[in-house]
């Protein structure tokens, strides 16, 4: 147990479908990422939360939209996505903006 | 841009071995540097943080050190066990001119210890 959850552990969705991954952290963090993880790459970083505003958008699709109502919660709301965003989706929190990662357990999504 | 390289990919050692797994990059100009692990299908778990003034980190069998002028870290571990099996990443984080940070891992050296 890290104190970062993340819901649902494995993901399986049409490319129409309309879906969320969720993350909450209970460490009292007040820093929140989303990384991607895929086969043979390295962990790619996707979006940051600090004291809950974004501070990051790494060229990510539309298709992916971060939400962060507060600093122990993050969620990544998907639609439309493609075979191709099939991965290993990372939440990370730490306590300030350059501190220490504590990662979730991931979420696996696959894409028909 | 900062590149960062895990080398070996993968290394298998007997039970009991002493190791060193590499980490190396290309901008020296980091805030610090982690190190993970990471078992098959799940996440990345926390092993050492070494910030930029640290020349090293211990946490029971394991020992991280950093040489930023070399471009370097490298993580030991000590007496081998199987339950040591797992990939591990290493994490370099800079600060930009912008105060933005950037954290860039490696593509991680997967590690089997066989009993």
């Known amino acids: 147990e890290t104190g970062v959850t993340q819901t649902p552990r494995h993901l399986v969705m049409g490319m129409t479908n309309k879906k969320s991954l969720k993350c909450e952290q209970h460490l009292g963090h007040n820093a929140m990422y989303w990384y991607k993880q895929s086969a043979k790459k390295p962990l790619e970083l996707m979006f940051v939360?600090?004291?809950?505003?974004?501070?990051e958008n790494n060229s990510v699709p539309s298709r992916f939209s971060p939400e962060c109502p507060n600093s122990s919660h993050l969620f990544l709301h998907l639609h439309t996505l493609q075979p191709e965003d099939s991965a290993l989706y990372l939440c990370?929190?730490?306590?300030?903006?350059?501190?220490?990662?504590?990662f979730g357990e991931g979420s696996r999504l696959t894409v028909l | 841009k900062q590149e960062v390289t895990q080398i070996p990919a993968a290394l298998s050692v007997p039970e009991g071995e002493n190791l060193v797994l590499n980490c190396s990059f290309t901008?020296?100009?980091?805030?610090?540097l982690q190190w993970f692990r990471q078992d098959p299908g799940k996440g990345l778990t926390s092993l050492l943080l070494?910030?930029?003034?640290?020349r090293e980190q211990t946490s029971g069998r394991l020992n991280a050190s950093l040489d930023k002028s070399s471009g370097r870290s490298t993580l030991y571990i000590a007496a081998s066990q199987p339950g040591d099996s797992a990939t591990y990443l290493c994490?370099?984080?800079?600060?930009?001119?912008?105060?933005?940070?950037?954290?860039?891992f490696g593509t991680g050296t997967k590690l089997q210890v066989i009993p």
């Open positions: 990370a929190s730490s306590q300030e903006f350059t501190g220490e990662l504590f």
């Open positions: 070494i910030q930029s003034s640290q």
């Open positions: 901008d020296s100009a980091i805030y610090n």
């Open positions: 939360y600090n004291f809950k505003e974004q501070t």
């Open positions: 994490a370099v984080r800079i600060i930009d001119s912008g105060g933005y940070q950037k954290v860039t």
